[in-house]
């Protein structure tokens, strides 16, 4: 008996989707039948009757059936290859598409959204809806090349807007854009002054970022050593300070030893009473009332430092040892009676950044001063501000100058706006962000600490930090939001703790993550400046571009040696070192190989093939183990079947032997174990770059661009993706770094 036609409304009568009952999200259900059809009665814009259909059976093709099956029906052209790649977002696809035919009648606009989403959710690997956001918006528009994008415009926004997985941040950015019609440039140009006028230029080198991000991770890191030195220092309980008992005497007996042991033991002595005076100017500018601190004054300005801390200020401050060390003895011992002393005092008390300890030393009269015994302090002096490479980023520290400007134990104690500054380069570096988005960062959201703003989506435990930027196709101005993830295990979360703490305790009001003003621009010349920050040719950038900044990726290897640095001297060894060849550089920096590979692929190759060349098709196995039977092992990957390749079109091979060509097969499945593997191949690919860049873009370009590829995804959707990609990081690079381990065999070319 002759089957019969599933796709005739002779043998199955239309049903309608279009159901009374309600659903959570507002979209109407869609039922399939038995054969896994779903018709709907819709009207065409002529006002003739049809039949939509959608099919859930992947096998079925509805755009190959006969003119006469598809008689009196429509059948979504996206659906299939959609409903292929992912079902639930093909569903969610098919149910607005239900509830937009309840108001409208279907006309040839109409399925035009749902065509570009559904190209760019399928070519660009989006796995839900919820990665949706206005960066999507704008390239799926970016992609429409029909007669009238205004109105496909107008259409993708209703269609966006109203899917209930898409967030809720992305609706308000993607609804509050405009439509800006293209500019077309009529000039004909080269493909060499394309390149050269695109943003692939015009970003930093890696080079380049390597030193920003390694130099700021420095500074960094002394800053939080610092910290944490002196916190340790004062917890002891037997500091010594210049204000109490032989405190002053074996400060200076230690500065006329002359040793750098003995510099050091000053130098701690200093800093503890530079943290202890500031933690208590704090206290007192936070605890006092405008009344209760312009009495506070009064009594200083009158030498009256018997009963500075009065009866009716808040038990808290009463209590708090360093408010007592400040009034009871800094103050009068350091300020006597001279009126200048006085006026220099409330100047800096009054600032954000506080007291400045060497300001107060001079009010003191410390007997190291005496004209036998300076000789013994220029020296100490000198080796202080050359003790850290954060001060020396900011301030000349050589020569016969006198030192002005921040105070030093104020910026390596992180309560100057260097800090912001020093975090804000890193932030940029490791999320891709420029200063816009980062210094619009708030201090809470929607009453929760910033610090405290769990990222949900995230496979470990990290906060988002959530920024805006205005854009130019916002509507009046507004703003599109920008966040990013920072784990909490993460050396960056850990100096935002420490940065907020201090900030915390700094500032009386405190709306905004990073100081509101333009810190950026203080240092953006003098930093790069003074820590000769170099092209590849030699030359000095003149200056720190927030927008030029590339992502980079926050190496493991690189964190481990700057923690190990001893001083500027032995940082900027290291760094030089690693630029000439020791650290493979391209991988430590991911993005940077992407960019510069495609303005060569530019160049050299017809962006189809390009396009149909850089495809990742190996299947990533995020959360599974490897099968226990039989397995064709690779290089970076198992083979499911090596008699049938597909990384190129048209083989005619028996067995594959290709093993570098593995992940833009669609034969190839990658696990967490051979991730190792394919860092180390991309240290084999960095090298080959560096010795012979025109071998390296003609053979082995497009393969890095791919392993890179891979990682980037695997790290951002595995669960605890970057535990996985860190452990295979270091195992990669402890191979690497031992001349008898291989993981993988070298590769071997003629012209190698």
Known sequence: MARKNRFSSKVVKPVSNRSDETTFDGLPQIKFDSDGLSKTNITKSNGSKAILVFSNEKKINPLKLSNRQRKGKVFPEWFPELYKYNENIAIELARALLKILQTKNWHSAIPLPFKYLSQYIIKNNLTSLSDIDLKTFDEVMSSVVHSRPRATFMNLKELILMLPSVTNEAKLDINSAHYKKPQIDKSKKSVEERVEASILNSDYSDYVMFQIYAYGNACLSEINEAITQTEEYIDEGNNQSFFEDDGNNTYALLIKKGDIKSYDMAIQMELADSYKINKAADLIKKGLNKEQYDEFKEEIFASNYSNLIKSDWPTDLHCDEYVNFLCSKVIPSALKNCISYKITFFTQFETNSGLRIDSVLNFFNTGHKSNSAIKYLIPYEQYKVEKYFVYS?????????????????????????????LLLLIIAAESGRNKEVIMSIPNYVQGIHILENDDLFSTEDAVELIGSKKRGHAH??????????????????????????????????????????????????????????????????????????????????????????????????????????????????????????????????QMRFVEHHLQVAANLKFNESPPKSKREKRF??????????????????????????????????????????????????????????????????????????????????????NTIHADAFNKAYEAWQSPETYLLPPLIHINA
Not at 395 to 408: L, N, P, V, W
Not at 478 to 498: G, N, R, W, Y
Not at 698 to 708: S, T
Request: aromatic residues 12%; charged residues 20%; neutral net charge.
């Open 476 to 605: 009046r101005g507004a703003a599109q939001i920008e966040s990013f993830s920072v784990p909490k295990t993460s050396v960056l979360f850990e100096h935002l703790v420490q940065f907020n703490n201090i900030r915390q305790g700094q500032l009386l009001s405190r709306k905004m993550f990073f100081a509101e003003t333009d810190f950026f621009k203080n240092w953006s010349d003098i930093f790069p400046k003074l820590t000769e920050i170099k092209n590849k040719n030699g030359s000095l950038i003149p200056s720190l571009n927030s927008t030029k900044f590339r992502k980079v990726f926050a190496g493991e290897m690189l964190l481990n040696w700057v923690s190990n640095i001893k001083d500027k001297d032995d940082l900027i060894r290291q760094v030089a070192a690693d630029l000439q060849n020791s650290i493979p550089l391209v991988y430590l920096l991911q993005s940077s190989s992407a960019e510069s590979m495609m303005a060569t692929a530019i160049v050299g190759l």
């Open 636 to 721: 970076l990957c198992d083979c499911t079947d090596p008699s049938n390749p597909d990384f190129e079109d048209n083989l005619n091979v028996a067995f594959c032997k290709q093993y570098d060509n593995c992940l833009g097969c669609s034969r190839a499945e990658v696990y967490a174990e051979h991730i190792p593997n394919i860092i180390f191949r991309c240290f084999q690919y960095e090298e080959i770059l560096q010795a012979n860049r025109d071998l390296y873009d003609a053979n082995y370009a497009v393969k890095h661009l791919r392993a890179n590829q891979v990682l980037d995804t695997f790290k951002s959707k595995a669960s605890h993706g």
């Open 393 to 421: 980023c900011f301030y000349k520290t050589s020569g016969d100058r006198k030192f002005t400007g921040e105070g030093i134990h104020n910026i390596v104690l992180g309560r100057t706006l260097q800090f912001d500054f």
